[in-house]
């Protein structure tokens, strides 16, 4: 990625907190038979690990572009089965932003991970990659193909960032119009930490924060 390594290590803090701030939701609620949530949360965990390894130069090769393709489309099309069996069933979605719980939103989880799809796609060897790669489309025939399969996986990639920019920005009026301050009663304990964990202003700030940065990583693959 052409991230300097100065924001790299920002980069992956923010989503390694992410990831933490979701596993320990997940955690917290593990009795509450709330399947969707749960995944949602599990998804995320998954996500934001796939993004810390994948800004780092040290770990941006740990999982193998093809396996993060497949896994992540695979993710995405389970939510979307999940989308459209929810629609046909009538069920009222509400909408994809301001929600707790990691953003448990069907729609947004299908682009989250269609985005998680493309940014690994773009690390493939051959034509997977982004504009970076359109440049050695010269070679015989394949040419015209090579040049033209980066330029589609861009302007995909870009439309997701703004999806996830607009997404991101939402979230933020939302948290502005209804923020709160976090309340930690003092002794330190499992319940003060729960609290902050579940508190709106933590969970729609981590999903602002997260969106904005998976956005920017679409954007300088």
Known sequence: MNVPAPLAGVFAAIFLAAAALCAV????????HDGPAAAAEANHV??????????????????PPVAGVVLFAGVGAAWTVRLVALRARGRALGSPIGGDRCAAHPTHLLLSNAAMAV????????????????GHGGHG???????????????????????????AAATVAVLSRSSAPVAV??????APVGRVVDA??????????????????????
């Open 25 to 32: 939701s997940l955690w917290r609620r593990r009795g509450r």
């Open 46 to 63: 998954l996500m934001a690990l796939g993004m810390a390894a994948m800004v780092l130069p040290a770990t941006a090769t740990a999982v």
């Open 119 to 134: 940014m690994y796609a773009a690390m493939l060897p051959s034509g997977g990659a982004m504009a970076g790669h359109a």
């Open 141 to 167: 025939g394949h040419g015209g193909h090579a040049a033209s399969s980066p330029l589609a996986l861009s302007a995909v990639g870009v439309a997701l960032a703004v999806y996830l920019l607009v997404h």
């Open 185 to 190: 009663a003092a002794g330190g304990g499992a």
């Open 200 to 221: 709106p202003v933590v969970q729609l700030g981590c999903q602002a924060v997260t969106g904005a940065g998976m956005a920017l990583m679409l954007l300088v693959h």
